[in-house]
């Protein structure tokens, strides 16, 4: 229950860099190319492989849904990261916290599981080639990029719903540039030890199953690659698994 000296928060302060105002404009020309780079690449990358018929393989498909994962996440934080760069601080409502907060996680589950797809695509590729095209064929690529979409949508809501009913009492300053699990924590006056325990217990396993799932697939990849007697060979086949490992 809120005591009667206490108001109810409905909107925030997200403060930036706040020990870094004196260097605002340089920040936010920095930011803002970074930033236009950002969607224009992806934006390219998604041109690109829609329209170029050489580039119409399971590979490129998921890469796809994997630039328009971080075209989620860069036009989701960093127009608020602009506004509390330059005006030194961005209000923003409860609603709208929450909401970034609900995209940013889905987009960040979402890419964990893209790539957990990406790897099963090049172990098929690798350890599997004769029997490829016919497991990998385009029904089979839209079940696989739609679960990660659904996973993403679905499982930070159970961990969204509760934070969504927090009380914030007086206190309104976040100090980050962007809504984030922790400092809403941190700044809410409710008893947040259930809910960081439910989050918790939902966030191991949606870290270690992919990256356990993708460390697996790499295992068999290498020892198969290991097989190759040239050494062309080898270097040929890592050559079509490279860029996924570097971005894992």
Not at 104 to 110: E, L, P
Not at 125 to 139: G, T, V
Not at 157 to 175: A, T
């Amino acid at each position: 229950m809120l005591t009667m000296n206490q108001t109810r928060v409905m909107e925030f302060i997200l403060l930036g860099f706040g020990n870094l105002h004196s260097f605002s404009i340089v920040l936010f020309i920095l930011f803002l190319i970074i930033f236009i780079f950002t969607v224009f690449g992806n934006l390219l990358i998604i041109l690109l492989v829609s329209t170029n018929v050489q580039l119409q393989s399971p590979m490129y498909f998921f890469l796809c849904h994997l630039s328009f994962c971080d075209l989620v996440i860069s036009t989701n934080i960093v127009p608020n990261l602009l506004g509390s760069v330059l005006s030194r601080g961005k209000k923003i409502t409860f609603t709208d916290c929450i909401t970034q907060l609900y995209f940013y996680s889905g987009a960040i589950v979402t890419e964990c599981f893209l790539l957990s797809v990406m790897s099963y695509d090049r172990y098929l590729a690798i350890c599997n080639p004769l029997r490829y095209s016919s497991i990998m064929d385009f029904k089979h690529q839209i079940y696989l990029s739609l679960w990660p979409w659904l996973l993403g949508s679905t499982l930070n809501l159970s961990g969204l719903l509760p934070i969504s009913n927090f009380n914030f009492c007086n206190d309104n300053i976040i100090d980050h540039f962007y809504c984030d699990l922790l400092p809403l924590q941190q700044l809410s006056c409710s008893d947040t030890s259930a809910v960081e325990m439910q989050i918790l217990l939902y966030s191991l396993p949606l870290f270690i199953f992919p990256c356990g799932f993708i460390i697996g697939s790499y295992v068999y990849i290498f020892l198969t690659i290991l097989k190759i007697p040239s050494t062309t060979g080898k270097q040929k086949t890592f050559s079509t698994c490279s860029s996924h490992l570097i971005v894992v």
